[in-house]
């Protein structure tokens, strides 16, 4: 499918498929349904990153070896915003109110944006690196970011100028999470182990209860104290205590994780598999429900607003998908 005909609005809807409820076992939690759609107007194409505001409304997906895209409409029509360039784009995030916006080139910069990606900038300041990740607070004004092989960075500025935080070390980071204040930061390793800041990434504490793992993705509620982690190939991990002690949700399998994310709570929490399925919990991880709706997939990229109600997730050579979460 060509851009331009990716961009139209279809007078067709868009199809939507409920996920069916398991039978009733006359006992344990209902099963988390949601209501997939599949966003066609967004076209196929090598998904990478997506990143939603506080309400859902406002999105943001990025193409690896692409352009980057947002949606002020929870995903029912996209913008290519073509003046951030084509990149090799790997991360993106976004802060509550949608319009400060950053991403990050795997091989090259971090670029910002103040206006709901209508104008980028790119802030060489950070460096040229190979960025994983990266993760806003609620208002765009505090940014972290982790580069393979590299350091974790911090902007206190909206990524005007940067600090490399050296003494968390060179590794191989994988991913990066914030909560709302900037202050409670969740960063891990592929191949080692997951670290936690409290102060902003000015110091970094070592959690080696969660074991050394080929950490995929971290997401953070809404005060950092509850975290989930997914090892690929491995398992979900969650932790209520900020990162001390973290639990393995065994009832979630051993897959190839590709990406997590948390309401505000850390209760509702959503899961990707790379060449797999979608997987929602709505108790903090003890259990998941498999969203077979959107199919097997290589989900790359997963995001929720903070209310745990929506969620919009990619995959590569595939759509953006977007669902409506609730209980039955």
């Known amino acids: 499918m060509s851009r331009s005909r990716s961009l139209l609005l279809l007078s067709i809807a868009a199809c939507t498929h409920p996920v069916k409820a398991a039978p009733d076992a006359g006992s344990g939690p209902a099963p988390v349904l949601a209501v997939w759609t599949d966003q066609t107007t967004s076209g196929s194409r090598n998904w990478r990153a997506v990143a939603s505001d506080a309400t859902g409304t406002r999105l ?10 947002t949606s002020a409409d929870s995903g029912a029509s996209w913008t290519d915003r073509a ?3 084509r990149n090799n784009w790997f991360t993106v995030a976004s802060d509550a109110a949608g319009t400060r916006l950053a991403a990050a080139v795997f091989g090259g910069d971090v670029f910002t944006s103040a206006n709901a990606g209508a104008t980028w ?8 690196a190979s960025w994983r990740s990266i993760a806003s607070d609620s208002t765009g004004a505090n940014l972290v970011a982790v580069a393979l092989q590299g350091d974790i960075w911090t902007s206190v500025d909206g990524g005007a100028t940067w600090t490399d ?12 999470a914030s909560e709302p204040l900037g202050l409670h930061l969740v960063a891990a390793i592929a191949g080692g182990e997951i670290f936690t800041s409290e102060n902003g990434g000015l110091a970094w504490a070592d959690r080696p209860a969660a074991g050394s793992r080929a950490w995929q993705a971290v997401a953070a509620d809404g005060t950092g104290t509850r975290l989930i982690a997914a090892a690929s190939p491995g398992g979900l991990y969650t932790s209520a205590d900020g990162g001390a002690t973290w639990t393995p949700r065994a009832g979630a399998g051993n897959r190839d994780w590709g990406a997590v994310a948390s309401d505000r709570t850390g209760l ?12 929602l919990s709505a108790d903090g991880g003890a259990t998941w429900t498999d969203q077979t709706a959107p199919g097997a997939q290589s989900w790359s990229a997963i995001a929720m607003n903070a ?18 979460l609730g209980m039955k």
């Open 121 to 128: 900038s790119d802030q060489a300041s950070a460096a040229t």
């Open 268 to 279: 509702r929490l959503a899961a990707a598999v790379l060449g797999g399925d979608l997987f």
């Open 165 to 176: 935080q050296k003494a968390a070390g060179a590794r191989a980071w994988a991913a990066v």
């Open 60 to 69: 943001i997906a990025a193409v690896k070896g692409g352009d980057i895209f």
């Open 307 to 324: 209310a745990g109600t929506r969620l919009v997730a990619a995959a590569m050579d595939g759509d953006v998908w977007t669902g409506v």
């Open 83 to 85: 003046c951030a360039g």
